[in-house]
């Protein structure tokens, strides 16, 4: 299907286990995203690639790892998972020609 | 320090009234705003947007206002319809390319 889709949609894990959240988009945008999102501070950015092989910091970036092989997929890794991650990642992309981002559906993360 | 602030963390309307949702930012080099709307379960979507050099836009029931010298914009949405319950939240950015930074959100509720 086209579009931007994130697998797992929810995902347990324990504190101290690494955890990958992937990102897969078919529109062969240029930009791809990594937000989190938690009560009282909308949606963070975490890290973004502006395309393969080259990524950049967010603003919350500490305790994640990103990489970009291939223009369609953004993984991202939590390498020691924190009770703090626990969150809702939501991954987007966008052409750097268009100012709108699409939102994948999210992946429900649970760090107990 | 959030540079872009939500004050209200959620908002009742009655079916066929207007919605008002209020948005102010404190970064005055932001030159272009959007709004995402995000249903439970679902990632974003982009609404509408505005630049600097605009101070309304209008796209069927949903406008926005911005206010330059207030660091403030809203978006109305007329007439209100039961549909249109869900987290909107206002963004911003410095350039049409660069990263976007969200607000907390709103989530509104439309009573039929």
């Given at each position: 299907d086209a579009g931007i889709t994130q697998s797992p949609r929810y995902k347990i894990t324990e504190t101290g286990r690494q955890v990958t959240l992937m990102c897969h988009q078919t529109w062969s945008h240029s930009y791809m995203f990594?937000?989190?999102?938690?009560?009282?501070?909308?949606?963070?950015?975490?890290?973004?690639?502006?395309a393969a092989d080259i990524t950049d910091k967010g603003e919350v970036p500490d305790g994640y790892v990103v990489s970009r092989s291939k223009t369609e997929n953004f993984p991202l890794t939590l390498e020691s998972a924190t009770r703090s991650q626990t969150s809702v990642y939501f991954c987007a992309s966008s052409d750097f020609k268009l100012e709108t981002q699409y939102f994948g559906p999210g992946t429900r993360l649970l760090v107990l | 320090d959030q540079?872009?602030?939500?004050?209200?963390?959620?908002?009742?309307?009655?079916?066929?009234?207007?919605?008002?949702?209020?948005?102010d930012y404190t970064n005055s080099m932001f030159d272009y705003f959007l709004w995402y709307?995000?249903?439970?379960?679902?990632?974003?979507t982009f609404l509408i947007s505005i630049s600097s050099i605009k101070d309304k836009n209008e796209d069927g029931r949903f406008t926005v206002f911005l206010?330059?010298?207030?660091?403030?914009l809203s978006l109305h949405i007329v007439p209100s319809q039961p549909g249109d319950s869900a987290v909107y939240f206002c963004a911003a950015k410095k350039t049409s390319y660069d990263k976007v930074i969200f607000g907390p959100g709103t989530s509104l509720s439309v009573i039929p």
């Open positions: 990594w937000y989190r999102q938690d009560l009282g501070h909308g949606l963070r950015l975490i890290y973004y690639s502006a | 540079q872009v602030k939500q004050n209200s963390p959620s908002l009742s309307v009655q079916e066929g009234r207007i919605s008002i949702l209020n948005c709307k995000k249903y439970p379960a679902e990632g974003p206010n330059k010298s207030a660091k403030h």
